[in-house]
């Protein structure tokens, strides 16, 4: 098992680009969900999807999209990037119920100059 | 609105020492807590998962324990090595299971 894997590791924008980061999971889990980890704000929930076909929003959504058409896969969008943006991000995903952990991505690193 | 604080923010300690992080919690009614750790630029791995129902968790070195009616989670590391410096996060679970909310994490440094 790959676990959680994330694409790409590293990339660097000008603002106004779009991109997509991927999150893929093999373990068959129902939740998934994106974070983005900022020096001193810890991890913050950007979009999370409760299963195939489902997005919602999370804490910090605004200037993101998601799109969760096939059960493993998990997109994060950026339309029109900022520098408010530059950040790392982390996928994570677990089995449908409360109790049971997250398993986290390696994460990408995203500059936008 | 539930909030995760983990104080201290770092800690610097030698080799050998037995040391304490800790966590709180604002609202007590969690499902479960967890303890995380994060080396430098990789992801986060799970250490620690202590149910509601349970008052501590053990792995090795590490002992998790709860404290629900106190809003209060503290992570003992005995005999400290140079490799568990990291940081640690806690996090426990929004009032609807489906989403974690963590605190901002202890960076640990341990000295040979």
């Known amino acids: 098992n790959a676990g959680v894997t994330q694409t790409p590791k590293f990339r660097v924008l000008k603002t106004g680009q779009s991109m997509t980061l991927l999150c893929a999971q093999d373990?068959?889990?129902?939740?998934m969900y994106w974070y983005r980890q900022d020096p001193g704000m810890g991890l913050r929930l950007i979009h999370y999807?409760?299963?195939?076909?489902?997005?919602a929003k999370g804490e910090v959504p605004d200037g993101y999209n998601v799109s969760r058409l096939k059960k493993q896969n998990f997109l994060l969008g950026l339309e029109s990037a900022a520098p408010s943006q530059t950040s790392v991000y982390f996928c994570a995903s677990k089995p449908s119920f409360a109790i049971d952990t997250q398993y986290f991505g390696p994460g990408t690193r995203l500059t936008v100059l | 609105k539930q909030e995760v604080t983990q104080i201290p923010a770092a800690l610097s300690v030698p080799e050998g020492e037995n040391l304490v992080l800790n966590c709180s919690f604002t609202?007590?009614?969690?499902?479960?807590l967890q303890w995380f750790r994060q080396d430098p630029g990789k992801g986060l791995t799970s250490l620690l998962l202590i149910q509601s129902s349970q008052r501590e968790q053990t792995s090795g070195r590490l002992n998790a324990s709860l404290d629900k009616s106190s809003g209060r989670s503290t992570l003992y590391i005995a005999a400290s090595q140079p490799g568990d410096s990291a940081t640690y996060l806690c996090a426990v679970p929004n009032q609807a299971g489906t989403a974690l909310i963590f605190g901002k994490g202890t960076t640990l440094s341990v000295s040979s």
């Open positions: 999807s409760v299963g195939e076909g489902t997005t």
């Open positions: 609202d007590s009614a969690i499902y479960n």
């Open positions: 373990m068959n889990h129902e939740y």
